[in-house]
DNA sequence: GGCAAATGTTTACGGTGGAAATATTGCGCG
DNA sequence: CGCGCAATATTTCCACCGTAAACATTTGCC
């Protein structure tokens, strides 16, 4: 029996986690509660207390969970013997693609209040998809500016295209390509 | 008398929005709520309803004027006689300033969810504070390109700093300078 | 077999935004 | 001047949310 079905669910953290995915997926960040991920595992909202401590223990875990995602569609089909500057262009539009694709989850993963930074378990997580790109990054100047340079970049257009602010005429055609700083010197 | 004191305020929907940037200098981010401003205005919680409609007009006016100020921080002492360079480290740099001064009215700015980006006094605003970003963003490539490569880098390193993400060591010591594109050729 | 710890439930409470009915005021118009 | 309507604000109520405390059930170990 993979779960009994009565009182213990045996697996409840993961299954947690699970439907936190699903309901940023399918109803979006707004819908997200403690109450409903609750209630989408068939438990009392209560439950979660003892795996998480507080809601925002969770919703930490779902955006660890996030950033392992975000790291997988960076490296997914990511060709290691690629010229630098391939690979650089790559793990970014992986980073865009997945913000578009889980546009509710990639926004609680840096939602600030509802998310502890601090939180060890995140804070791995997130420096595993920070190297992605750091060890990628352009290679003009100081090493560590020029990776910090292509997080925010990278980073800011994931963000600000989430929220529509190129949705204008004459900014609908940009690319993250466009975008990463040291262009490929007259396009 | 500036203001009548009974049943009817005569200047609430300003003082609503006021007391909302009060309360995300002081209070932060979660504690600014629609009662919590009217509270402190000394009105019902119902009451913003007639300017605002809802939580979200009233978040979306604080964000608005939030841009503004964010505008007013890129500008100010803003030299119009500078080489195009130097007013565009400024106007980046008064973006930045402006995000770690006030972190919770900024964080405000940018949170989809709460606020409504379609609006178009909000719009507007944004509109302008991008504008002066247009204006000296870098030379090199298609100039749309380079404005909004500009405008997501300082965004975001400003969002990505204000969560603490380059507070390791090797980090801690950059800047907006440090990390805007095209850099000054071998620093 | 029995006891302690882990895991879930029930109940209750304060906070939040919104709807609906009601009260007060301002103001235009006779 | 005063009447009546529209704007503005209040009261009351409701649904939802997260948390705490007391309680129930189960697991697993001795």
Redesign the pocket.
């Known amino acids: 029996m993979t779960a009994?079905r009565?009182?213990?669910?045996?697996n409840?953290k993961p299954a947690l986690i699970a439907a936190g995915l699903e309901i940023l997926e399918s109803e979006g960040l707004d819908?997200l509660?403690?109450?409903?991920c609750?209630e989408r595992v068939g438990?009392?909202?209560?439950?979660p207390?003892?795996?998480f401590g507080?809601?925002?223990g969770l919703l930490t875990a779902i955006a660890a969970e996030g950033q392992t995602c975000l790291h997988a569609a960076m490296t997914d089909g990511l060709n290691p013997d690629a010229p630098r500057a391939e690979r650089r262009r790559a793990a970014a539009e992986g980073y865009v693609a997945f913000a578009r694709a889980h546009p509710a989850l990639f926004e609680l993963m840096w939602a600030r209040g509802r998310v502890d930074f601090s939180d060890p378990v995140l804070a791995a997580a997130m420096s595993a998809s920070f190297a992605v790109l750091r060890d990628v990054a352009g290679a003009s100047g100081d090493p560590a500016a020029a990776s910090v340079r292509d997080w925010c970049t990278v980073h800011g257009f994931a963000l600000l295209s989430l929220q529509g602010v190129f949705d204008k005429d004459g900014m609908r055609h940009l690319g993250v390509q466009d975008i990463l700083p040291d262009p490929p010197s007259g396009a």
């Open positions: 009994t009565s009182y213990h669910h045996g409840l819908r509660s403690l109450r409903a609750a438990v009392s909202h209560t439950a207390k003892n795996h507080n809601v925002t």
